[in-house]
Antibody
Framework: VQVVESGGGLVQPGGSLRLSCTGSQFILSEYSVNWVRQAPGKGLEWLSSLSGSRGPTYVADSMKGRFTVSRDSAKNSVYLLMNRLRVEDTAVYFC?????????????WGKGTTVTVSS | DIQMTQSPSSVSASVGDRVTITCRATQGIGTYLAWYQQKPGKAPKLLIY???KLQDGVPSRFRGGGSGTYFTLTITSLQPEDFASYFCQRADSFPLAFGGGTKVELK
């Protein structure tokens, strides 16, 4: 059981990037999936949660209007679309599956994908 | 929004020491709190959930406690593989939030 992120890279300020999170050995759509980032040398920052079974989506207030999340069940994947990127969005972006249950504990994490925003 | 604050930000300890990290919430969150361990260059790993429940495969030297606004993570006898950073996370409702982290270093 694992999740794998992809899509990171170098992007100029103001640009866009779409990150993917693909599940392996389990059905991703049955779980809530979170995006969490970590800027260099900093702590963890929760960005968004996409509930399983077509449930609600939550996005951190600081990201609303720039970041959106979506799911493609046929591809067993979740996506984070990031627009109008800023230098301060430079970070490792993790995808994390929620532990089954009523609360959002993240029990399966990917290795992360690095996003660098720089001119 | 509820904020999570950890202390200390770093602690120096030796193998075999007992280490306690605290996490405070600005409002009560019941027992809906998780602890994660992260080693450099790696993803976080879930250690404790519901404030005191051990995730499968996590050694019993890790103990979580607390409720409401005050929580603790105790490593009863520090092992070489425990030198890492530790983060708490509220899970009572959205927005989710992590504490700032505590780095456990070798004295």
């Amino acid at each position: 059981v694992q999740v794998v992120e992809s899509g990171g890279g170098l992007v100029q300020p103001g640009g866009s990037l779409r990150l993917s999170c693909t599940g392996s050995q389990f059905i991703l759509s049955e779980y809530s999936v979170n995006w969490v980032r970590q800027a260099p040398g900093k702590g963890l920052e929760w960005l968004s949660s996409l509930s399983g079974s077509r449930g609600p989506t939550y996005v951190a207030d600081s990201m609303k209007g720039r970041f959106t999340v979506s799911r493609d069940s046929a591809k067993n994947s979740v996506y984070l679309l990031m627009n109008r990127l800023r230098v301060e969005d430079t970070a490792v972006y993790f995808c994390a599956r929620d532990k089954m249950g009523p609360h959002d504990y993240m029990d399966v994490w990917g290795k992360g994908t690095t996003v660098t925003v720089s001119s | 929004d509820i904020q999570m604050t950890q202390s200390p930000s770093s602690v120096s300890a030796s193998v075999g020491d007992r280490v306690t990290i605290t996490c405070r919430a600005t409002q009560g969150i019941g027992t809906y709190l998780a602890w994660y361990q992260q080693k450099p260059g790696k993803a976080p790993k879930l250690l404790i959930y519901d404030a005191s429940k051990l995730q499968d495969g996590v050694p019993s030297r890790f103990r979580g406690g607390g409720s409401g606004t005050y929580f603790t993570l105790t490593i009863t006898s520090l092992q070489p593989e425990d030198f890492a950073s530790y983060f708490c996370q509220r899970a009572d409702s959205f927005p989710l939030a992590f504490g700032g982290g505590t780095k456990v270093e070798l004295k």
